[in-house]
């Protein structure tokens, strides 16, 4: 992928070394507070403190976990700043390292919450029988990919959400004006990596909080999930062609380190998934007839697809599932067979 031009170095020497990067005071009043993900290979998730004249915003708030809670609390104590001054908090999507500790740091400092419609239809109160339901779900659309018995009976991803009588304090759509004073803030629908991410952009200043939407070394993993977006490749790479046209400034994005280079760097993440879909579509055409798990242990990944613990297992073959709805609205594969769903070349018709 082309290279971008890495700003945050000390970040990035960090990232190298395995380590937490320190809370840094990049711009005046913008901070960079890593909140660390137990047990998570990314490590951290990146929350960005701005100064307000009576207090803080925060762009996404970390990982739900007593240990991130610290972090959190100490990283904005060295902004000059307590953990109750917090008045807002802009969350660029549902994850549970972006939203995992919004509904504690509302409890403690009253912060109004903020985030797509979109991510926080997916937040509302479950019974203990709706998330039974949901777990079904997962299990029955791993099983239409052809993914074996032991990989379709993990864990699925527990959301934190809101209770029974909690909802969004502010919803934010594409376009939308953040209104915090000293800043030029608005709101860029990205969907793809979730139904509602979002990107944030301070015109003025040329920045531009990516979330996971774009980040300096990886692709975010963009997957088929129940209940969410039914193409979500297609609306991923939609959101990277308009993500070109945004300020070419600094990118603060929430993992590994800050860079510059919107333009190219969404441009590479295209050239990669146009990759991919080429190296899928070569498979399904050496092998008609496979499935989308079967796909997944032909084609190339940064570690062997067998030495893959089930859980990366499961995002694999559902980003499998997500490059063959594309290749199928291409017209390139077409599906030839069901439970589970198979695949083929398909066939076309020359034009006279």
């Given at each position: 992928?082309?290279?971008?031009?890495?700003?945050g170095?000390?970040?990035q020497?960090?990232?190298?070394?395995?380590?937490?990067p320190?809370?840094?005071?990049?711009?005046?009043?913008?901070?960079?507070?890593?909140?660390?993900?137990?047990?998570?290979p990314?490590?951290?998730v990146?929350?960005?403190?701005?100064?307000?004249?009576?207090?803080?915003?925060?762009?996404?708030?970390?990982?739900?976990?007593?240990?991130?809670?610290?972090a959190?609390?100490?990283?904005?104590?060295?902004t000059?700043?307590?953990?109750?001054?917090?008045?807002?908090?802009?969350?660029?999507?549902?994850?549970?390292?972006?939203?995992?500790?919004?509904?504690?740091?509302?409890?403690?400092?009253?912060?109004?919450?903020?985030?797509?419609?979109?991510?926080?239809?997916l937040?509302?109160?479950h019974?203990?029988?709706d998330?039974e339901?949901?777990?079904a779900?997962?299990a029955?659309?791993l099983?239409?990919?052809?993914?074996?018995?032991?990989?379709?009976?993990?864990?699925v991803?527990e959301?934190?959400?809101?209770g029974?009588?909690?909802?969004?304090?502010?919803v934010?759509?594409?376009?939308?004006?953040?209104?915090?004073p000293?800043?030029d803030?608005?709101?860029?629908?990205?969907?793809?990596?979730?139904p509602?991410?979002?990107?944030?952009?301070?015109?003025?200043?040329?920045?531009?909080?990516?979330?996971?939407?774009?980040?300096?070394?990886?692709?975010?993993?963009i997957?088929t999930?129940?209940?969410?977006?039914?193409?979500?490749?297609?609306?991923?790479?939609?959101s990277?062609?308009?993500?070109?046209g945004?300020?070419?400034?600094?990118?603060?994005?929430?993992?590994?380190?800050?860079?510059?280079?919107?333009a190219?760097?969404?441009?590479?993440?295209l050239?990669?998934?146009?990759?991919?879909?080429?190296?899928?579509?070569?498979?399904?055409?050496r092998?008609?007839?496979?499935?989308?798990?079967?796909?997944?242990?032909?084609?190339?990944?940064?570690?062997?697809?067998?030495?893959?613990?089930?859980r990366?297992?499961?995002?694999?073959?559902?980003?499998?599932?997500?490059?063959?709805l594309?290749?199928?609205?291409?017209?390139?594969?077409?599906?030839?067979?069901?439970?589970?769903?198979?695949?083929?070349?398909?066939?076309?018709?020359?034009?006279?």
């Amino acid at each position: 992928m082309t290279a971008v031009e890495v700003v945050g170095v000390v970040q990035q020497e960090a990232w190298r070394r395995g380590e937490l990067p320190p809370v840094e005071q990049v711009r005046p009043g913008l901070w960079s507070i890593p909140v660390p993900m137990p047990n998570n290979p990314l490590r951290y998730v990146l929350v960005y403190a701005l100064a307000l004249p009576d207090g803080l915003a925060l762009i996404d708030v970390g990982w739900d976990s007593e240990q991130s809670w610290q972090a959190l609390v100490d990283g904005i104590r060295q902004t000059g700043h307590d953990i109750t001054e917090v008045r807002f908090a802009a969350i660029t999507h549902l994850h549970p390292d972006h939203f995992g500790l919004a509904p504690r740091l509302r409890e403690v400092s009253g912060a109004a919450l903020a985030m797509h419609a979109a991510d926080a239809s997916l937040l509302g109160h479950h019974t203990a029988t709706d998330r039974e339901g949901y777990a079904a779900s997962w299990a029955r659309q791993l099983a239409r990919l052809g993914a074996p018995d032991e990989v379709r009976s993990g864990e699925v991803m527990e959301l934190v959400r809101f209770g029974p009588r909690e909802s969004l304090d502010v919803v934010l759509d594409d376009g939308t004006p953040l209104d915090l004073p000293g800043w030029d803030l608005r709101a860029v629908w990205t969907p793809g990596h979730t139904p509602g991410h979002l990107c944030f952009v301070d015109d003025t200043h040329e920045l531009v909080f990516s979330g996971d939407h774009m980040l300096p070394r990886i692709s975010p993993n963009i997957s088929t999930i129940p209940g969410e977006l039914p193409n979500p490749l297609h609306r991923y790479l939609l959101s990277l062609h308009a993500t070109v046209g945004l300020p070419d400034g600094e990118v603060f994005p929430a993992h590994e380190y800050r860079f510059r280079g919107v333009a190219s760097r969404a441009q590479a993440l295209l050239g990669h998934h146009e990759e991919r879909l080429d190296e899928i579509a070569d498979v399904v055409a050496r092998h008609p007839g496979s499935t989308a798990w079967e796909v997944s242990t032909r084609i190339s990944w940064s570690r062997p697809f067998e030495t893959m613990a089930p859980r990366l297992r499961r995002l694999a073959v559902r980003e499998t599932d997500a490059h063959l709805l594309v290749l199928a609205d291409r017209g390139v594969v077409t599906g030839c067979g069901t439970d589970p769903d198979r695949w083929a070349t398909a066939v076309t018709t020359p034009v006279r």
